[in-house]
C-alpha cells in the first residue's frame, strides 16, 4: 500500500510493517484489532485548510483519501457516500440547557446509515486485492450497505444476519442482489458463519469487527463534521455504540486532524448503550475485561452481545474524558418521536439512542451551559418501519367521510 505506513495491535501494542498480510495481530489473533497508521509528519506539510478549497476535490468522504488505505492507482466504487448534512438546532439545546446542539443525519447516506462509509472502503479495498466476493454478518445495517456498494462496485456479496434481523434491512440486500444467509441463531453465530465463509472460500472480509480498514472510512464523519463547523469543533460528540467501531472510527478522526493542526482540541467523546445490551458500558464503567451479554433491545443496530471493538471504544471515550452511558428501549423510543417532531429527521432506533443519552445527561445537569453537542444520527428509521410506527404513536382510520374527518379534528 503507497498510503498507508504500518499497523499497531490495540491490544499488545505490537508494530507490524505495512506489508503484513493478515487482518489481525498474530499473537493476539481474533482480538488483537490492528489499528492502521500513517505518516502524518508527512501529510502535515501538505494538507492546510486552504487544501479543501480545491473545487477539483469530490464531494464524497473520498476527499479525504490521504488519509484513507486505498491505493491511489484503485479504482473507487462509484455510490457518493458522504458529505451528509448537518443542522443545528439550537432551540432543543436552550431547552436542555446548554448553548448548541447539532444533528449530522447519516441516515442520508445511499443506503441509508453511517456504514456506508465503511463499507465503500470494505469494496474499494476488496477491489484492490483482486476480489470478486466480499461477505460480512450484520444485525441490518452493514448488511444492506455491503450489498449496495459491492453491487455498485462490480462485486457479489454474501450477507448473514441474525433471524431478528428488520425485514426492511433484508429487503434491501436482496434487492442490490446480495446472496442472503438468514441465520436461525444470534448475531455471534452470524458473525462466525462469515467469518469460516471468507476463510474458506478465500472471499474478502469485510467484518468491522476484525478488519482493520473499515474503520477508515467510518473516520470521515468526523472529518466532515470539521469541515461543515469551519475547523471549531464541538466540545462533546454523542454516538450510539454496538460494537464499538463507529465511536472508535469517529474520536480517531479527530485525532489525525488535531495532529495535522487542522483542529486545536479533540472533543470529548460520549458513548451510549441499550440498556438491554450494555457489555461496552459495563466493561468501561468496571475497568474489566469484557462479559458477553445476550441482546434484549429494539434497536437491532446496536445489538452486540460480543462487540469485538469495544477496546477502542473504551480508549476513545477514556483519552477524550468522556463517559459510557445506557438508556432504556422506552427512552429510546421517545427519542425517535421528539427527534422526528423537533427536527424533521426519522432515525431508526440506534440512530436516536445518542440523543436520548443527551437527554438523559442533560436532564442530570452534566452539560456546561455554553456547551455545543453534537449528534451523529447514524440510521434512517425507514429501515425499521415497526418501530417508528411504534414510536410515533400509530395512525387513525376514518370512513371517506368529510363530517367523520371533521369530528376528530374539530
Same mark, same amino acid.
Given at each position: 500500500?503507497?498510503?498507508?505506513?504500518? &499497523?499497531?495491535?490495540?491490544?499488545?501494542?505490537?508494530? &507490524?510493517?505495512?506489508? /503484513?498480510?493478515?487482518?489481525?495481530?498474530? +499473537?493476539?489473533?481474533?482480538?488483537?484489532?490492528?489499528?492502521?497508521?500513517?505518516? /502524518?509528519?508527512?501529510?502535515?506539510?501538505?494538507?492546510?485548510?486552504? /487544501?479543501?478549497?480545491?473545487?477539483?476535490?469530490?464531494?464524497?468522504?473520498?476527499?479525504?483519501?490521504?488519509?484513507?488505505?486505498?491505493?491511489?492507482?484503485?479504482?473507487?466504487?462509484?455510490?457518493?457516500?458522504?458529505?451528509?448534512?448537518?443542522?443545528?438546532?439550537?432551540?432543543?439545546?436552550?431547552?436542555?440547557?446548554?448553548?448548541?446542539?447539532?444533528?449530522?443525519?447519516?441516515?442520508?447516506?445511499?443506503?441509508?446509515?453511517?456504514?456506508?462509509?465503511?463499507?465503500?472502503?470494505?469494496?474499494?479495498?476488496?477491489?484492490?486485492?483482486?476480489?470478486?466476493?466480499?461477505?460480512?454478518?450484520?444485525?441490518?445495517?452493514?448488511?444492506?450497505?455491503?450489498?449496495?456498494?459491492?453491487?455498485?462496485?462490480?462485486?457479489?456479496?454474501?450477507?448473514?444476519?441474525?433471524?431478528?434481523?428488520?425485514?426492511?434491512?433484508?429487503?434491501?440486500?436482496?434487492?442490490?442482489?446480495?446472496?442472503?444467509?438468514?441465520?436461525?441463531? +444470534?448475531?455471534?453465530?452470524?458473525?462466525?458463519?462469515?467469518?469460516?465463509?471468507?476463510?474458506?472460500?478465500?472471499?474478502?472480509?469485510?467484518?468491522?469487527?476484525?478488519?482493520?480498514?473499515?474503520?477508515?472510512?467510518?473516520?470521515?464523519?468526523?472529518?466532515?463534521?470539521?469541515?461543515?463547523?469551519?475547523?471549531?469543533?464541538?466540545?462533546?460528540?454523542?454516538?450510539?455504540?454496538?460494537?464499538?467501531?463507529?465511536?472508535?472510527?469517529?474520536?480517531?478522526?479527530?485525532?489525525? &486532524?488535531?495532529?495535522?493542526?487542522?483542529?486545536?482540541?479533540?472533543?470529548?467523546?460520549?458513548g451510549v448503550q441499550a440498556e438491554g445490551c450494555s457489555p461496552v458500558y459495563k466493561a468501561w464503567k468496571e475497568s474489566a475485561e469484557l462479559q458477553q451479554e445476550e441482546p434484549q433491545t429494539l434497536a437491532d443496530s446496536i445489538a452486540v452481545g460480543t462487540p469485538r471493538n469495544w477496546r477502542k471504544a473504551v480508549k476513545a471515550v477514556k483519552e477524550s474524558s468522556g463517559i459510557f452511558l445506557t438508556v432504556s428501549d422506552e427512552e429510546i423510543l421517545q427519542a425517535m418521536q421528539e427527534v422526528g417532531r423537533e427536527t424533521?429527521?426519522?432515525?431508526?432506533?440506534?440512530?436516536?439512542?445518542?440523543?436520548?443519552?443527551?437527554?438523559?445527561?442533560?436532564?442530570?445537569?452534566? &452539560?456546561?451551559?455554553?456547551?455545543?453537542?453534537?449528534?451523529?444520527?447514524?440510521?434512517?428509521?425507514?429501515?425499521?418501519?415497526?418501530?417508528?410506527?411504534?414510536?410515533?404513536?400509530?395512525?387513525?382510520?376514518?370512513?371517506?367521510?368529510?363530517?367523520?374527518?371533521?369530528?376528530?379534528?374539530?
Amino acid at each position: 500500500m503507497d498510503i498507508v505506513r504500518g &499497523f499497531r495491535c490495540i491490544k499488545c501494542n505490537k508494530y &507490524f510493517a505495512a506489508n /503484513y498480510a493478515d487482518l489481525v495481530c498474530d +499473537t493476539c489473533g481474533i482480538e488483537g484489532i490492528l489499528d492502521v497508521l500513517y505518516d /502524518y509528519g508527512e501529510l502535515k506539510g501538505k494538507i492546510s485548510h486552504e /487544501y479543501f478549497t480545491d473545487a477539483s476535490l469530490p464531494a464524497s468522504h473520498w476527499r479525504y483519501r490521504f488519509l484513507m488505505p486505498v491505493e491511489y492507482s484503485t479504482s473507487l466504487p462509484p455510490l457518493e457516500v458522504g458529505n451528509s448534512p448537518l443542522y443545528r438546532w439550537n432551540n432543543l439545546a436552550v431547552r436542555y440547557g446548554f448553548r448548541s446542539l447539532l444533528f449530522k443525519d447519516d441516515g442520508l447516506n445511499p443506503t441509508s446509515s453511517l456504514k456506508d462509509r465503511a463499507s465503500s472502503v470494505g469494496v474499494a479495498m476488496a477491489r484492490q486485492a483482486g476480489k470478486k466476493r466480499i461477505t460480512c454478518a450484520s444485525t441490518g445495517n452493514a448488511a444492506s450497505s455491503l450489498a449496495g456498494n459491492a453491487t455498485a462496485g462490480g462485486l457479489e456479496s454474501l450477507i448473514f444476519v441474525p433471524g431478528n434481523a428488520p425485514e426492511g434491512k433484508i429487503a434491501q440486500c436482496l434487492i442490490f442482489g446480495a446472496r442472503v444467509f438468514v441465520v436461525e441463531g +444470534t448475531y455471534e453465530q452470524a458473525f462466525e458463519l462469515s467469518m469460516e465463509c471468507a476463510q474458506r472460500y478465500g472471499i474478502y472480509n469485510r467484518n468491522s469487527g476484525i478488519n482493520p480498514f473499515l474503520v477508515e472510512g467510518k473516520k470521515t464523519v468526523s472529518f466532515e463534521l470539521c469541515e461543515q463547523l469551519q475547523w471549531k469543533v464541538p466540545d462533546y460528540v454523542i454516538m450510539s455504540v454496538g460494537d464499538g467501531c463507529s465511536l472508535a472510527a469517529a474520536w480517531k478522526g479527530m485525532k489525525e &486532524f488535531h495532529q495535522l493542526g487542522l483542529i486545536e482540541k479533540v472533543p470529548a467523546f460520549i458513548g451510549v448503550q441499550a440498556e438491554g445490551c450494555s457489555p461496552v458500558y459495563k466493561a468501561w464503567k468496571e475497568s474489566a475485561e469484557l462479559q458477553q451479554e445476550e441482546p434484549q433491545t429494539l434497536a437491532d443496530s446496536i445489538a452486540v452481545g460480543t462487540p469485538r471493538n469495544w477496546r477502542k471504544a473504551v480508549k476513545a471515550v477514556k483519552e477524550s474524558s468522556g463517559i459510557f452511558l445506557t438508556v432504556s428501549d422506552e427512552e429510546i423510543l421517545q427519542a425517535m418521536q421528539e427527534v422526528g417532531r423537533e427536527t424533521g429527521i426519522c432515525g431508526e432506533p440506534a440512530g436516536v439512542t445518542c440523543y436520548a443519552g443527551m437527554k438523559k445527561l442533560a436532564e442530570n445537569n452534566y &452539560f456546561d451551559n455554553d456547551a455545543e453537542v453534537a449528534l451523529i444520527i447514524s440510521g434512517n428509521g425507514l429501515k425499521d418501519v415497526s418501530s417508528v410506527i411504534k414510536a410515533a404513536g400509530g395512525y387513525q382510520k376514518v370512513p371517506p367521510d368529510i363530517e367523520e374527518v371533521a369530528r376528530n379534528i374539530l
